[in-house]
């Protein structure tokens, strides 16, 4: 039987490239209010997995489906407006524009339904939104830095700022695409912090991470690719115990 907590199912999804295959039989089901992470070695299909939840990337077989909602064939945006939002391995930002108005416009292009010149315009006489957005640039501990062009943050100020670029479209299901990479750790902490603070508030968060520190601080549960196929899933307990994950992808070392 469907279980009823399930908000996010891949089903079946096979993802080729040619004659390579990047992805097969994957089965994943992504619980309503975890946090589900996806870990695997170099090439083992991750962002490959990602993208096709997300739209860029069609599956050559099988489905998505979201809240009762098949993603496969929608674009990117109509999957974002169904409530999934994503941080990416390299933040997607508007450089020339201040941190404040970089995170205005997601909360603008979600509740106008698509990005206009327009509302670049009407940025200073959208009270309500810049009230929402200082709000939300405090909760990831940057609000001073509103004032800021967003093209000159260090990087780890970057991807704190698209996670408050995330939050302000309050989606059901966030995903992030290794957002700790490049950091340093202390930033890693303070991102760790920070993403179990939304935990805290019920968010379903996938994850895609390298750092096995990342990982085992704030999954629920653990998938693990290798070579295109789960080959483990479970709680970080079970999965770190698993022989073959250890064998494929953590070497013996946890
Ligand atoms: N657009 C593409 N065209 C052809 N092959 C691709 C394409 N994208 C990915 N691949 C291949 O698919 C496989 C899975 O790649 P993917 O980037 O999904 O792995 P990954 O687990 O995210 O790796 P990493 O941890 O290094 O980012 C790799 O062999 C890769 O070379």
Avoid: W
Avoid at 44 to 63: D, R
Avoid at 178 to 196: F, Q, V
Avoid at 222 to 242: E, W, Y
């Amino acid at each position: 039987m469907a279980n009823p907590n399930v908000v996010l199912h891949v089903a079946d999804v096979h993802k080729r490239f040619g004659g390579l295959h990047a992805l097969s039989d994957i089965d994943l089901q992504i619980e309503e209010g975890k946090t589900h992470a996806i870990i695997g070695p170099n090439g083992a299909g991750k962002s490959t997995l990602l993208n096709v939840i997300i739209g860029k990337l069609a599956p050559s077989s099988g489905q998505v489906v979201f809240d009762g909602n098949v993603l496969t064939g929608k674009k990117p945006y109509q999957i974002n407006q169904l409530g999934i939002a994503r941080v990416f391995q390299t933040p997607e930002i508007f450089a020339d524009l201040s941190v404040l108005h970089n995170v205005m416009i997601p909360a603008l292009a979600k509740r106008d339904g698509m990005f206009t010149l327009n509302m670049m315009r009407s940025l200073e006489s959208e009270t309500g939104i810049r009230a929402e957005a200082e709000h939300m640039l405090e909760d990831v501990g940057m609000l001073n830095r509103r004032g800021m062009l967003a093209g000159s943050l260090s990087r780890g100020d970057k991807r704190r700022m698209e996670l408050a670029m995330c939050l302000i479209q309050h989606p059901r299901l966030l995903l992030l695409d290794e957002p700790t990479a490049g950091m340093s750790r202390h930033d890693t902490n303070t991102t760790i912090e920070l993403l179990k603070k939304i935990k805290a508030r019920g968010m379903t968060k996938v994850i895609i991470e390298h750092d096995m520190h990342v990982v085992f601080s704030l999954a629920d549960k653990i998938s693990v690719l290798a070579q295109g196929r789960i080959i483990a899933d479970g709680t970080p307990d079970q999965v770190r115990g698993n022989p073959k994950v250890q064998e494929a992808y953590l070497g013996g070392a946890h």
